[in-house]
Structure formats: structure tokens, C-alpha cells
């Protein structure tokens, strides 16, 4: 008997260790690797192996966690960048100006992922921006967009609705990116910028 309950704690910790482990590594729980922990421009943040055969299975995890469609990096490249230009969290209660030129890549877009890496729960329609935006205002090569719980006066296609979002982050795809990207991403990326405009104070 006085070997059974070493042998069974031995299995209880080892266990332990394993699914904590698995979580961590998934990106789980909050603290611990992170997607865009290889590549950081200006706090928006990648990672190549997302969509490569090379990708381990942690990497894979945290992919689906995210909901990226994981293409190759040849086909489409991901950024997400989670704080304003001053490193404050992006959150609901504030207003937001995103500005950026043109990318080394044949089509782009800029999305907002709740905390839970989801589309906020609203039914506002605003939750991207994107080249055909920035084409259609006749701001191909210098656009701005806002980004707030409200429209606040903006045109339709300049404003994306934060509302229900918590605490979030923007996610930046850049489609059919060009070798220059993909061989040095620092020295060929310019990122858009988030300047905070204001918060509104809560209770």
C-alpha cells in the first residue's frame, strides 16, 4: 500500500503537467506562447510557419483557436496587433484612428477579433476594413479608418464597430504577398499605425 500512493501521485502530477502543458503551448490560457511570437513590426506581430507543413501541433492549435484560414505563406501572411501606438490595449470604450498606405501584397484587409479571438456580437456590419474600402474612398495609397462603438459621424465603409468587442485586437492579412515581404518582412512592411482618440469613462 505505501507504494500505491506515490505511484498515484506520480500519475496525478504527470497528467497535470501534460494538459497544462497542452495549454500553454495551445495558447490557452493567458500567458504563454502566442501567434506572432517570431515576427514583431511595429507591435503587429506574425509568425511564418502559420499555413507551413513545418507547423507543429501547438502552432496548428492556436491557428484554429484564432479562426485563421492558415494559407500558405505564399498565398496569404497574418499580422495581429493587440495595443495603440502608446502599448495600451485596444478596448470597446475607445476611439480609434488606423491609418496605412499601400502593402507589398495584391489584396488586403483589416479585421476585429474580440477578446475570445471572435467577431463581436453585433449586428452593425462594420467589423473591416479593407483595399476595396480604401479604393472606393479614393484612398488607395493613404487611407484612415475609425474605429469606435459608434458610426460618430463617419462614412459607412471609413468605420469599424468595436461595439460588444471587450478588449480586442486587429488582425491584417496581406494576400499573395511579394518575395520581398516574405524574405524580409521588417525592411518591406510599413504597418498602419492606431492612434487612440479618446475613451469614454464607464459608471
Not at 28 to 40: A, E, N, S, V
Not at 70 to 79: I, M, P, T
Not at 91 to 107: D, L, Q
Request: glycine share 10%; hydrophobic share 45%; charged share 25%.
Amino acid at each position: 500500500m505505501r507504494f500505491v500512493l506515490p505511484l498515484l501521485l506520480a500519475a496525478i502530477l504527470g497528467l497535470a503537467a501534460g494538459v497544462g502543458s497542452a495549454f500553454w503551448m495551445g495558447g490557452l490560457l493567458p500567458f504563454g506562447p502566442r501567434l506572432g511570437d517570431g515576427i514583431d513590426i511595429e507591435d503587429w506581430r506574425s509568425d511564418w510557419s502559420i499555413g507551413s507543413e513545418a507547423a507543429d501541433p501547438y502552432v496548428r492549435a492556436r491557428i484554429a483557436r484564432h479562426g485563421l484560414l492558415a494559407l500558405r505563406k505564399e498565398e496569404a501572411v497574418y499580422f495581429t496587433r493587440s495595443v495603440d501606438e502608446k502599448g495600451r490595449a485596444l478596448k470597446e470604450n475607445c476611439a480609434y484612428r488606423v491609418s496605412g498606405g499601400s502593402f507589398p501584397a495584391e489584396w488586403w484587409s483589416i479585421t476585429l477579433y474580440d477578446a475570445d479571438s471572435r467577431l463581436p456580437m453585433n449586428e452593425d456590419g462594420a467589423l473591416s476594413f479593407d483595399a476595396s474600402d480604401a479604393e472606393a474612398l479614393g484612398m488607395a495609397e493613404d487611407w484612415t479608418f475609425m474605429i469606435g462603438a459608434d458610426q460618430g459621424g463617419m462614412a459607412p465603409r471609413q468605420w469599424v464597430s468595436s461595439k460588444a468587442a471587450g478588449t480586442f485586437d486587429l488582425t491584417l492579412r496581406l494576400y499573395l504577398p511579394s518575395e520581398a515581404l516574405l524574405a524580409s518582412p521588417e525592411t518591406a512592411l510599413t504597418p498602419p499605425s492606431i492612434e487612440q482618440i479618446a475613451c469614454e469613462r464607464k459608471g
